[in-house]
């Protein structure tokens, strides 16, 4: 399967825990995305990376969530000291040069209890 | 700034008749593209059709169109003969089309609920 991973589907955290979430971009497609899903609503665009820089993180909440795409391995969104209120879905998508060829992952569903 | 309406919550459909489901947008961008994805109960996001602002035809996909409309901002998704898997959400989307940075992200509608009726 060449296709966006992301890892894992389900994710149960308690108040304050931390979470990690793991997104492995399509084939050949260097440039990963995060979005948000708040129940009842659209995909909201949280931070763009490509391979060891960020390049907009105009969505991203200023404090408690980072992300990183390192040289090797996955880009991990991370949410530290979570709340109730970062329940959500979280997708990761990846393009390739240009932006284009939008693929998404199946997406991670955060529950914090 | 980029900014995705759709104006209906949700929407039924009889099992094999058409169905519009409605999309206007704004944007500064002089060039721009627009997505229609579908969202099933299962929770992936699946790509379903793509416009460029610059096209000089409406998109086809097998059964789905896009209705692109420049002048009215408009860009309504139409299915024809509806299926009762095609029940799920379906969301309108769009980026900026110049290379480069904040063009990239796709900015999104809050969806539209579709239930086909057998």
């Known amino acids: 399967n060449a296709g966006v991973m992301q890892n894992p589907r389900h994710l149960v955290r308690r108040r304050g825990q931390e979470a990690r979430l793991r997104c492995s971009p399509m084939?050949?497609?260097?440039?990963v995305y995060w979005y948000r899903q708040l129940p009842e609503e659209g995909l909201k665009f949280m931070v763009y990376?490509?391979?060891?820089?960020?390049?907009?993180e105009s969505g991203m909440p200023k404090e408690r969530f980072s992300a990183e795409f390192p040289k090797e391995g996955p880009s991990i969104l991370r949410i530290q000291q979570v709340v109730r209120g970062d329940s959500a879905a979280y997708f990761c998508?990846?393009?390739?040069?240009?932006?284009?060829?939008?693929?998404f992952g199946s997406g991670t569903r955060l529950t914090v209890v | 700034a980029q900014k995705i309406t759709q104006t209906q919550p949700g929407m039924f459909v009889q099992e094999k008749e058409a169905v519009t489901l409605d999309c206007t947008y704004d944007?500064?961008?002089?060039?721009?593209?627009l997505f229609w994805y579908k969202q099933p109960s299962s929770g992936e996001m699946i790509f379903l059709i793509y416009?460029?602002?610059?096209?000089?035809q409406n998109a086809t996909e097998g059964r789905y169109s896009l209705n692109f409309q420049k002048a009215r901002k408009s860009a309504n998704l139409v299915i024809s003969a509806s299926q009762l898997g095609d029940s799920a959400m379906y969301f309108c989307?769009?980026?900026?089309?110049?290379?480069?940075?904040?063009?990239?992200?796709?900015?999104f509608g809050k969806g539209t609920l579709l239930t086909v009726n057998p």
């Open positions: 998508a990846s393009t390739g040069t240009g932006g284009w060829g939008y693929t």
């Open positions: 084939k050949g497609h260097s440039h």
């Open positions: 990376l490509q391979k060891e820089n960020i390049i907009d």
């Open positions: 944007t500064s961008d002089p060039s721009y593209g």
């Open positions: 416009q460029g602002s610059y096209d000089q």
């Open positions: 989307a769009m980026r900026g089309a110049r290379a480069g940075g904040s063009n990239y992200k796709l900015t």
